[in-house]
């Protein structure tokens, strides 16, 4: 059975800015960062003083008569704005603990211009695309756009670079898996290991990384704030923190493309990732190999294919015997399952995703739902990279 399935795709290119340009885009960031902390402290005094909630309606009669940005630009601060107070109540009705009040943004801390209200015209994007204030930006079309364009953003990287972001949404056609289902059990040791014994190590970027990491830092760190150099060395401390983006990126894209390609149903333990990144002595690992960014691409991956990402309890997942059931502790530092029962051994991540392609009973809400921020970033077109591609399997 194949139905149809709309769906939003982001394509991401590098732009190349002229000097006369890149004033104007300066110019446009801070004017719009401006408007944000207008219209922030707005909404705050009305609630404060007045009890009121300010519309998005409101907030766009506050910004009639500027002549200082384009029109579609200032609706692209306001629905950021609105948005930002929707995320947080949304934070404040799930009672998570934090809830993250909309803060003021300081000087360089607003990056990205979004055109919204006007639909970009096709015929305009390519190797040069037409950005409302801007002009035309000098585009490298790296691949051809797909589906209707819906939005527009220009952003500047923390290492000088521009890039733009189309939204196209397209309908596409989603035929019902048959292949197999698998069991995934994440990981330290192997960042994914399959219940058909495959196993998927991550690069870990930032662990090989460290050290050049700490000695830039630690260079930045004596440098005097707004000299040149102070500038100069971020430069650097930005450019190493974008490569272990990339790394982290490139590789997750791959292994979750070939996952996704490869099995139907795919079950995985639901897992609290922020409560085990309080544990100080492993939570560096594990931000560097992302368990949660593994997950939100593999499920929206695999969800196009046909098939469905379903979350399991992890109670006792790596504690039971993927043979018998017979409960065998084993503290971290143990990499082998022996069973004394049955006598069967394996490697101790092999027994988990056994067990949790084994488990029946799903928890509440089996399908795995991603938080909407996390899918927007994971849906984001990579940086191109010169790393040639892994053959998995």
């Known amino acids: 059975m194949i139905n149809q399935m709309k769906t939003v795709r982001t394509f991401k290119y590098r732009v190349y800015p002229t000097e006369n340009q890149k004033k104007k885009i300066d110019f446009c960031l801070e004017t719009s ?3 944000y902390n207008h219209l922030l402290q707005e909404k705050r005094d009305a609630w404060e003083y007045e009890k009121k909630n300010r519309t998005m309606f409101d907030l766009c009669s506050q910004t009639k008569g500027n002549k200082l940005l384009h029109s579609t630009l200032v609706r692209g601060v306001v629905v950021r704005v609105d948005t930002a107070f929707k995320n947080f109540f949304r934070r404040c009705k799930e009672n998570a603990k934090e809830k993250g009040f909309p803060r003021f943004k300081g000087v360089n801390r607003f990056s990205s211009l979004c055109s919204v209200d006007q639909k970009p015209n096709p015929k305009r994007i390519g190797k040069l695309t037409s950005f409302p204030q801007i002009g035309k930006l000098k585009t490298e079309y790296s691949r051809p756009m797909k589906g209707t364009p819906k939005t527009l953003t220009l952003k500047k990287t923390p290492t000088g670079k521009y890039f733009i972001t189309i939204a196209c949404e397209l309908e596409i056609k989603v035929k019902k898996s048959r292949r197999k289902a698998v069991g995934i059990d994440v990981g330290l040791n192997h ?9 998927f190590d991550s690069p870990k970027p930032l662990k090989s990384l460290t ?30 923190h974008e490569k272990i983006f990339n790394i982290r990126n490139d590789w997750n894209h791959k292994v979750t493309t070939f996952i996704a390609n490869t099995y139907g149903k795919i079950k995985v333990e639901n897992l609290n990732i922020q409560n085990m990144l309080k544990n100080h002595k492993l939570a560096k690992s594990i931000s560097d190999v992302a368990w949660g960014d593994l997950i939100n691409k593999l499920t929206y991956k695999v969800e196009q294919t046909g098939g469905e990402v379903i979350k399991v309890d992890p109670k006792n997942t790596s504690q039971e015997c993927s043979s018998c059931g017979n409960l065998v502790k084993k503290n971290l530092s143990q990499r082998k399952h022996s069973c004394s029962k049955c006598g069967l051994k394996i490697d101790r991540d092999v027994n988990a995703s056994r067990n949790i392609l084994n488990k029946e009973i799903c928890v509440a809400n089996a399908k795995f739902k991603p938080d909407r921020e996390d899918v927007r970033r994971s849906k984001r077109v990579r940086f191109s990279m010169t790393q040639e591609t892994q053959v998995f399997g």
Request: proline share 0%; net charge positive.
């Open 33 to 35: 960062r401006l408007i």
């Open 191 to 199: 960042a994914i290991t399959t219940s058909d014994g495959k196993f």
């Open 211 to 240: 050290q050049k990491l700490v000695r830039v830092q630690r260079k930045f760190s004596r440098t005097e704030l707004r000299s040149n150099n102070h500038e100069k060395v971020r430069i650097k401390l930005a450019q190493i």
